[in-house]
Structures are given as structure tokens and as C-alpha cells.
């Protein structure tokens, strides 16, 4: 008797933003898929997000419920795409019915990276002299960065990573803050002035890892990406993602995390701070990596008792009002 083996190969669509970056992203992502499992096909379809879309619109006012997201898992549960690869800190907390995070990648540097304009080149985060105009578009190293020095200014900056330097570089902004992550990945590694130290700028959730999103009841497809999960970054993210999601935050808020993982323990630190800098809480948590989305909760709830509910708040209201 021969017994019955599928032999026609599935196609697996694999769906993306159309950025510069988020095709990077993806192309690495299909080519490690591709390694391991060459006798399968996996084709890339792109996308216009939302977020893509507004390139001029403070990202704050805007709100951020899956502004690069939306659109790409519409299209999973529409099944014209069957997995989305993200910059997993643009990932909100809480997925929609019937999708799940199916992988997260190997994380690259997390840090902020501080970016100059020429004529500071002999110069650090901290030597940046008065008045000096920072251009950032986020809330969370905006709050860390009034924080520290209170006597840098801080100007919004939207668009991609090559229009951003075209400004810097016409003299628009005498620095920019921007992930080292994805610096080195666009190829602008050689632009990294400064790594900015975890005791400046906690990194955002999620940064320099990448998500992967797929229909919760594709379980083939689940197994399979997991051969490009990275166990311990995996730990490292749930449990910032725990923290964030127990704080009820979004992409677009002054939360800042860390993580470090040594031996069986998995250590969190978070950061809430207030949009002025003024107001800043922030504590650790040690445990085992296996309880890590345990340890994000635990940790959201001891800032809760320091203040971090009204700072939140206050942003909130803040943004609500458009201001
Ligand atoms: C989110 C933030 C920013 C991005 C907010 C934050 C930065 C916005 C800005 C949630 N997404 O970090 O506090 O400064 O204007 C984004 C970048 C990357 C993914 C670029 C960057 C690349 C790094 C990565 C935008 N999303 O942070 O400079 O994949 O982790």
C-alpha cells in the first residue's frame, strides 16, 4: 500500500508596507523562510498603511491604534495576504480577533541614536549647546530628552529616514533622535553619531525586533515561523509588550523600557515620563524569563503606585484636546 503525502506546495503571501524600511524588512524575513524551507514559495505584496499615508500630521494627534498596521491585517483576515512582517515596536499590544504574534526575530541594537547636523560634529547629546533644535517625533525621547536637558529644544520631524536627513542637513535641526536599528538597516549606520546610554533613553517596546503576524487558526503556517523566532528576544519583548499593554498605552507614549537577560532571569526596567519632562517614574523587576509577561504586569502596577496613571492621564487629555 503507498500511503497518500501532499505534494503541491503551498504559496505563503507574505504582505508588507511599501517603506523603504518595512521592504527591507520583509525581503530578510522571505529569505530566511526561503533557507529553511526552500520547497515552498513565499511571495511578497505590498501595501499603502494609513500611517504611510499622513506623513505630515504629528504622529500623536493622529492616535496610533494600528496607524501601519490596519491595513495589512485586513488583509489577512480577508486571506489575501497570510503573514505581515512589522517593526514590532509600530505593533499595538492588543491584535485584532483571530490574528496572533506568531514570531519575533532576532533583535538588533535597540538604542536611540543621536544624528548631527555637521556643524556639531565635535559634539555629544550632553555638549549640544542651549536653544540647540532637536527634531523627534516621539513622545517617549522627547519627555526623556527635556528631561536630562531641559535646555534643548525639541521640534516635530515626520517622513522618511531620507527626507529627515535632507532637513537636518539643510540646517532645519541641529540633531536628530532615531533608531539605531533602523539606521543600520537602511545602510546609514556610517551616520550614527551616538548610541544615547539607557540611563538617557530607554528604548520603545518592542524596538529593534521584528513581529510576525499571522491568522490564529493557520497552524501550519504557525510551525513554520517559528523557525525564525529568536527565543530569547521573544522573552525579552513579551515581557515589554506586558508592561505596555497593563499601562494601557499605545505606540505613542512616553513609555520607555529595557531588558536584559542573564542566565534563567529575565530583567525589566521602565520608565512613564510627563510630556515636559518634569514628572518621571521609573523601577525594575527581576524574575525568570518564563513568567515574562508576568514580570511586564508586575512592573506596570509598581509605576501605577509611583504616579504613572496620572502622568498618563494627563497626556491623554493632552492629545484629545490637540494640543
Ligand atoms: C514608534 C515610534 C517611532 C516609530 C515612537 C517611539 C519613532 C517616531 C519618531 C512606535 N514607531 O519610538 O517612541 O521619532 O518620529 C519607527 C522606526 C523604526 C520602526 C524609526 C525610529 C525602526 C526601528 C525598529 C517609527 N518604527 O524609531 O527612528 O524597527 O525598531
New binding site residues.
Given amino acids: 500500500m503507498t500511503s497518500v503525502v501532499s505534494t503541491s506546495p503551498r504559496t505563503i503571501r507574505i504582505g508588507s508596507r511599501k517603506s523603504q ?1 518595512a521592504l527591507i ?1 520583509t525581503y530578510w524575513v522571505q529569505e530566511q523562510l526561503q533557507k529553511s524551507f526552500p520547497g515552498i514559495s513565499f511571495d511578497v505584496h505590498t501595501m499603502s498603511t494609513h500611517g504611510d499615508k499622513i506623513l505630515d500630521v504629528a ?1 500623536a494627534k493622529i492616535g ?1 491604534k494600528g496607524l ?1 498596521t490596519k491595513e495589512l491585517e485586513v488583509g489577512m483576515l480577508n486571506q489575501e495576504i497570510d503573514f505581515a512582517v512589522h ?4 505593533l499595538p499590544t492588543r491584535l485584532p480577533q483571530g490574528l496572533v504574534l506568531a514570531a519575533i526575530t532576532e533583535r538588533e541594537n ?1 538604542a ?1 541614536a543621536l544624528v548631527v547636523h555637521e556643524k556639531h560634529k565635535d559634539k555629544q547629546i550632553d555638549t549640544l549647546p542651549e536653544g540647540a533644535v532637536i527634531g ?6 522627547l519627555a526623556q530628552l527635556r528631561h536630562h536637558f531641559p535646555h534643548l529644544q525639541f521640534k516635530d ?2 517622513g522618511n529616514l531620507n527626507t529627515r536627513m535632507s532637513k537636518l542637513d539643510a540646517g532645519e535641526y541641529d540633531a536628530l ?3 539605531v ?3 543600520e ?1 537602511l545602510g546609514m549606520g556610517d551616520r550614527i553619531h551616538q548610541s544615547l546610554p539607557k540611563e538617557i533613553s530607554l ?2 517596546v ?5 513581529g510576525i503576524e499571522c491568522r490564529e487558526d493557520d497552524s501550519e503556517l504557525l510551525s513554520l515561523l517559528k523557525a525564525i523566532e529568536h527565543p530569547e528576544t521573544r522573552d525579552r519583548c513579551l515581557a515589554e509588550r506586558a508592561f505596555l499593554r497593563e499601562l494601557e498605552g499605545g ?2 507614549v512616553p513609555i ?1 523600557v529595557n531588558t536584559e537577560i542573564v542566565g534563567e532571569n529575565l530583567t525589566l526596567t521602565g520608565i512613564v515620563a510627563s510630556v515636559d519632562g518634569q514628572k518621571l517614574v521609573k523601577d525594575t523587576v527581576t524574575g525568570v524569563a518564563q513568567n515574562a509577561e508576568q514580570l511586564g504586569q508586575e512592573l506596570a502596577q509598581l509605576l501605577r503606585q509611583q504616579g504613572a496613571q496620572e502622568i498618563l492621564d494627563e497626556i491623554f487629555a493632552q492629545i484629545q484636546r490637540g494640543s
Wanted: glycine share 12%.
Fill in positions: 524600511l524588512q504622529l496610533d501601519f517593526s514590532l515596536k509600530d535597540p536611540d523627534t517625533s516621539s513622545l517617549r525621547r520631524v515626520r533622535i532615531l533608531a536599528a533602523g539606521l538597516r528604548h520603545a518592542g524596538q529593534g525586533a521584528l505606540c505613542q520607555g
